[in-house]
C-alpha cells in the first residue's frame, strides 16, 4: 500500500466541519470506534449534480445499498415528494417501506428480483427488468399491478474491471432486450424507462458517451421509444485515492458529463426525463470513521499507531482505496511515516500509511474521510461489535445506533 500523492489536500472547510461533528459526538458520549454521517454533504452534492444542463429534467435516486442508513433515508423521503429510492434486495425494498417511502417513490432495480418481489408485489411499483427469466415470471404481476417497467440494457464497457475480458452479469443483452420488448408490447406493457449501469469510479465522461450511444442505436433498431433515460450511477467519489496514489476524479469533468448525456438526449427526442442513481459520488463525502489511538509502537523506521477501529471491522474499501487521515487533536511537530492499525489480530488491518505528526500518543482521535458509502454494508464483527452511528441533519447531532453489546450479540443465537 503506498501514500496518496497529496492526502493534505483534503478541502479545509469539509475537515472543520467533520472536526465539529466529531468533538460534538465525543462530548455527548460517543464511543469509539463511531461513523459520523452527516445530510448536508450529500444535499451538497446533488444540489451540484442538479444545476448541470442535461437537456431535459433531471431525478436524483438514493441508492439504498451503498449506505443502508434508515436516518438517511428518512431525511431524503422528507426533502420533497420527488426523492425516491433506488433499492436491489427484498431487505431493502422492505426497509424503504418501513420508512415511509409510497411504492410510486420506490426504483427497484438489480438481478433475481423474481426470488422475492412476487411474496411483496403491490400497485404502483416501478421495477427494471434484469433479464428474460425475470420478464417471463414478473410480467404477469407488472399487467395486474400497472407496474411502471423498464429494461436495463447491458451495454459495450460494462466488463468485469479487474478482468475487462469479461462481461458483467448485469443487464439483457441487446438481443434479449428487443426480444423483451416485444414480449412486453405483446402483454400490453408499455416500456417507460431504459436504464443502463456502467459500474464505480467511472474515469472519464466518455465512457458515458459510448454507452448511451449504444442506448440510442438500440432504440432506433427495435422502435423503442422509453421516455425515461436511466443513466445509472458510476461518478467516481472526491477526495480518494488509487491504492498507487492516483485520485479517481482527476479527469472527471461533471459539466462534460453533462454535456454527453444532453448531445445524446438531442437525438432521443423521445426521452423526456433523466434519471441518476449515483451512490458513491454522493454519500461519500457524508461520512467519517473517528477511531481512537490505544497504543503506539516503533519499528523499521516507521510509527505504528493502534486504534480501536481499522480496516477489517469498519472500512473494507481501504484495501483497494486511500483516503485522507486526520487528527483530530492539534498535534504539531514533525511528521514521520505512520501505520494506522485497527485492534484485530491481522496484519491486513491496516487503514493506511502517512506521514502524520509525531507527537500523537495515545487516547488521541483520527478522522477517516469519506466512509460514507459502503462503509456500514461491509462492516463487520471480526472480535468485536458493530460500531456505533452518529448522524446530523437539520435537528442536529444525535446518536442513532449504539455499539453493539455482547449481550445483543450473543442473542442472534
Known sequence: MSAPSRPHLY????????????????????VTPSYLFAAEPYAAAVRSLAALDYGRPVRTWLSAKTQPLPALWQWWREQGSGHGIEVVSEFEFRGALADGYTPERILINGPAKHRWLPALARPGLRVHFDSLRELQLLLPLAVEFQWRIGL???TPGEVDPG??????????EPAEAALALGRMQRAGVELEGIHFHLRTQVPVATEFAVALEAVRDWCERTG????????????PAPWT???????FDARFRLAEYAAVIRRAVDRMPFVREVWLENGRHLSARAGVLLVRILDVKERSGTRLLICDGGRTMNALVSTWEEHAL???????GRRVLTAVHGPTCMAFDCLGRRRLPASLRPGDHLLWCEAGAYHLPWETRFSHGLAE??????????RVRRAESFESYRALW
Not at 472536526?19 to 459526538?25: D, F, K, T, V
Not at 485515492?241 to 485520485?247: L, N, T
Open 152 to 154: 436495463r440494457l447491458r
Open 326 to 332: 486526520l487528527p483530530l487533536e492539534r498535534r504539531t
Open 11 to 30: 478541502p479545509a472547510p469539509a475537515a472543520r466541519a467533520w472536526r465539529r461533528r466529531a468533538q460534538l459526538a465525543l462530548q455527548r458520549g460517543a
Open 241 to 247: 485515492w488509487s491504492a498507487d496514489g492516483r485520485r
Open 224 to 235: 423503442a421509444r422509453p421516455r425515461i433515460l436511466d443513466v445509472g450511477g458510476g461518478l
Open 389 to 398: 452511528v452518529w448522524w446530523e441533519d437539520e435537528r442536529g447531532l444525535r
Open 163 to 172: 478482468h475487462p475480458e469479461f462481461p458483467t452479469q448485469f443487464g439483457l
